[in-house]
């Protein structure tokens, strides 16, 4: 039809295929006049979700899981078809590795602030000095009202270092895969800071917010959902359900100039694709290169990225002489270790991970200061990870095999001042670019329910905008 408008979707992760999926499910729905194209640069769909299947198990060379309370993700899930496929993690002790020893992660808390003092009093995670100082939060009045500020700088003035750097630290910097010390606080986590400000204390806040756990029959279920084929499988079953002539692969979109009331999109094979308009759903650093004309974006050009590496490693159970009860460990950054957590990933997805008999435990790699430990070769990234795991498992036998993936300049991080830039940006990109969105884990939010979350905005944001 004449008047058919066109939506580009410039990259296929998780973001862009959310965005693509239910804008084709609202304009069958709808009978809208639209047609979208999804543009993706790689030969391949899914971004960081990533899963290889070897000999019997499932390895994850990305995100594993992702959060049952946040609901997008599930509910994607069902949505094309795999409701019967999703499993909850096994649910098992964690423990922080401390000057090389394994402390059980105290009962009672969240992302490693106390809710209940009785467990962190008998931690042995923590010097009498350190808990003292912890306990300083109740004393401490809230701190003055800024527009940001660093996680280190708010939860070291509430708590002291030694229970950030023991606990705190490691938690969110696996998350976010950065330095507490740059991290923005209300880019991350502004509801700590909502908390002070109305308590005074960040546990009396927490307690006073967070639902008390019942204590129910039967054993604890796990926080987080994963697929029984893995996570790849999202990606196929999203990918399988949008129309034949929706997906255009490894073609990249060089740039995009705004033409009237359209935009013209400069593919990497010579071709111009005409755009209404365009969801960029792309890592940070490229929609300066796309959107070269416009300085605008230029900001984005001063965000930073962090590269990380995964190792999963796979041995029969008789391998490992001393098991440990639990699902893995994370490193604290005053630990003689190179890895910064390992998990016992056969432990973690009993149902899917591993045949019967085998062991699969997966490593990560990569902090402040050690990011070139993704260019090292297969060999030495294996040989340090048998070694630090050496030094908490008895493990005597080489490994069945080892899968290894990096990710260079990979995972974004969210400086102090993130929210207020991202903010100037999309506000002036309304003004001289409007029809074009911004969308992804360089932007709000990291994990898979952030990015389904951002996937569907942005449709929200471009029907609006195409009324």
Not at 114 to 143: C, H
Request: glycine share 8%.
């Amino acid at each position: 039809m004449t008047n058919e408008k066109q939506i580009a979707v410039i990259g296929g992760g998780i973001t862009g295929l959310t965005a693509a999926y239910y804008l084709q499910k609202q304009i069958e729905e709808q009978q809208l006049p639209y047609k979208v194209k999804l543009i993706e640069a790689s030969e391949r769909l899914g971004g960081k979700i990533r899963t290889e299947r070897r000999d019997g198990f499932t390895i994850e060379r990305g995100p594993d899981s992702f959060l049952i309370r946040k609901e997008s993700a599930a509910r994607l899930a069902k949505a094309v078809g795999l409701e019967a496929d999703l499993v909850r993690n096994g649910t098992g002790q964690s423990y922080i590795l401390v000057n090389g020893k394994l402390h059980k992660i105290p009962s009672g808390s969240f992302m490693g602030i106390p809710t209940e003092v009785k467990p962190f009093l008998f931690s042995s995670l923590f010097s009498p000095l350190g808990k003292l100082r912890a306990a300083g939060d109740f004393f401490l009045s809230k701190g003055n009202q800024v527009d940001d500020q660093s996680l280190g700088k708010f939860f070291r003035r509430r708590f002291g270092d030694e229970l950030v750097e023991n606990l705190v630290e490691p938690l969110l910097s696996g998350i976010y895969s950065g330095d507490i010390d740059d991290l923005s606080l209300m880019a991350t986590f502004p509801n700590f800071y909502q908390l002070e400000q109305q308590y005074g204390s960040l546990v009396k806040g927490l307690q006073a917010t967070t639902k008390k756990k019942t204590k129910t029959k039967g054993p604890k279920q796990g926080m987080f959902y994963s697929l029984r084929n893995g996570l790849e499988s999202l990606v196929e079953a999203i990918e399988s359900q949008l129309a034949e002539d929706t997906v255009v692969k490894g073609v990249s979109v060089d740039h995009v100039e705004k033409k009237d009331a359209y935009y013209n999109l400069l593919l990497g094979n010579g071709e111009v694709y005409k755009a209404d308009a365009v969801i960029m759903a792309t890592p940070f650093f490229a929609v300066p290169q796309i959107l070269s004309q416009y300085s605008i974006v230029d900001p984005l050009k001063d965000m930073k990225a962090t590269s990380v590496a995964n190792i999963a490693i796979a041995f029969d159970q008789s391998a490992i002489k001393q098991d440990i009860d639990g699902t893995g460990f994370l490193v604290s950054r005053n630990s003689d270790y190179r890895i910064t957590a390992c998990t016992w990933t056969h432990k973690k997805w009993p149902e899917t991970a591993a045949p019967e008999g085998k062991a699969l435990l997966r490593c990560y790699l990569g902090r402040p200061g050690d990011e070139d430990v993704v260019h090292l070769t297969d060999e030495e990234i294996l040989e340090i990870a048998l070694q630090d795991l050496n030094k908490t498992m008895a493990i005597t036998d080489k490994p069945l095999f080892s899968v290894i993936t990096r990710w260079e300049n990979a995972m974004p991080q969210y400086s102090v001042g993130h929210k207020q830039r991202l903010d100037t940006i999309r506000e002036a990109m309304s003004q001289e670019l409007p029809g074009v969105y911004l969308a992804g884990c360089s932007y709000k939010g990291i994990g898979i329910p952030d990015c389904i979350d951002q996937g569907e905005a942005a449709v929200d944001h471009v029907l609006e905008y195409l009324k």
